[in-house]
């Protein structure tokens, strides 16, 4: 299992604290770096840094850790500005940059800056028509012609050392099949078992479907980690979270279970991981909520300690 911290900037943060989150999370020997890409906080205005803008910087900041974004919606980027930045990151970065597409969904950011957020199945159509036409700009030189968006047959450079595509996003049928024809990981949020086995089926008959291997596309989770070293440090964790949900501690445990995240002493949190190893997910990413100057770096650090163990 690779594992590796998301962070979501639009809570509030500069490019220093991203920077040293990533300089952090590549000292942990962690696998990935991930941030989100949002304007705003849910209508609420922070100081949040532009996504891609950023991966610049942690390009030459970092040596070795992949850094991802979950996701850049289409609807902030024509799929034109979407590839060249893309690419030209990749390039930056050694190979290491991952790019993450999405449909776009806080109708808040897109009032606030002007921006037009389509009704949901136009969205999905220009999700894949944007997904097609990267795969063109990327690995061939055929172009593409869609409803919204065209490219001529030409050879689009610098092309990607290695940049793998990422959909994600919990839809039951239409964010899968995209999985499975374009991308090359698929991410999705923490789940009930049934729904993440039905996503990976839908996903994989796609990929078989498109005469590719869907053995060869990575399939990742997003979500916190409750994991503690031992079982008084485990019960108070579980008291303290659930108050905030107004549950018992017993009650906040089956809650983690049932949505699959990781939890529980040493030992415990190794079942967690390998249940779901078992329907197929190979990379989990502990997803952080706050502010990025407030993310706790010791309490991260022994999380991962006991999830790589």
């Known amino acids: 299992m690779e594992f590796g911290l998301m962070v979501e900037p639009q809570f509030g943060g500069s490019y220093a604290e991203l920077r040293d989150l990533a300089r952090w999370a590549e000292e942990q020997d962690l696998d990935v770096f991930a941030r989100s890409d949002h304007f705003l906080n849910q209508g609420e205005s922070a100081p949040s840094t532009d996504a891609l ?3 610049g910087g942690l390009a030459e900041a970092t040596d070795s850790i992949q850094l991802a974004v979950l996701v850049t919606p289409l609807t902030f980027r024509h799929p034109a500005l979407i590839a060249k930045t893309a690419a030209t990151l990749d390039e930056m970065s050694g190979g290491r940059f991952a790019l993450g597409v999405g449909t776009g969904w806080m109708q808040s950011e897109h009032d606030a800056f002007g921006l037009d957020l389509p009704p949901l199945a136009e969205r999905f159509d220009r999700l894949g028509e944007t997904l097609a036409y990267l795969h063109s700009a990327f690995h061939s030189n055929t172009g593409f012609e869609g409803s919204y968006y065209g490219l001529d047959p030409l050879d689009v450079l ?18 899968p099949t995209y999985a499975g024809r374009f991308a090359d990981e698929y991410n999705l949020f923490v789940t009930d078992r049934a729904t993440l086995g039905d996503r990976i089926r839908v996903m994989r008959s796609a990929a078989a479907a498109a005469g590719r291997d869907p053995d060869t596309i990575k399939v990742s989770l997003m979500g916190p980690a409750v994991v503690a070293p031992d079982e008084t440090t485990y019960r108070a964790m579980l008291e303290r979270r659930g108050a905030r949900r107004d549950q018992t501690a017993d009650e906040y445990e089956a809650f983690l279970r049932d949505l699959n995240i990781p939890h529980g002493t040493p030992d415990q949190a190794r079942t967690s991981i390998e249940a779901l190893q078992s329907i197929g997910i190979t990379r989990y990413y502990v997803q952080s909520f706050r502010d990025l100057g407030s993310i706790d770096t010791a309490g991260l650090a022994v999380a ?6």
Do not use: Q
């Not at 991962?304 to 163990?309: K, P, V």
């Open 158 to 175: 610098p092309r990607p050392i290695n940049m793998p595509i990422v959909v994600g996003g919990g839809g039951p049928r239409k964010t």
């Open 53 to 55: 803008t950023t991966y």
């Open 304 to 309: 991962f300690s006991i999830l790589t163990s």
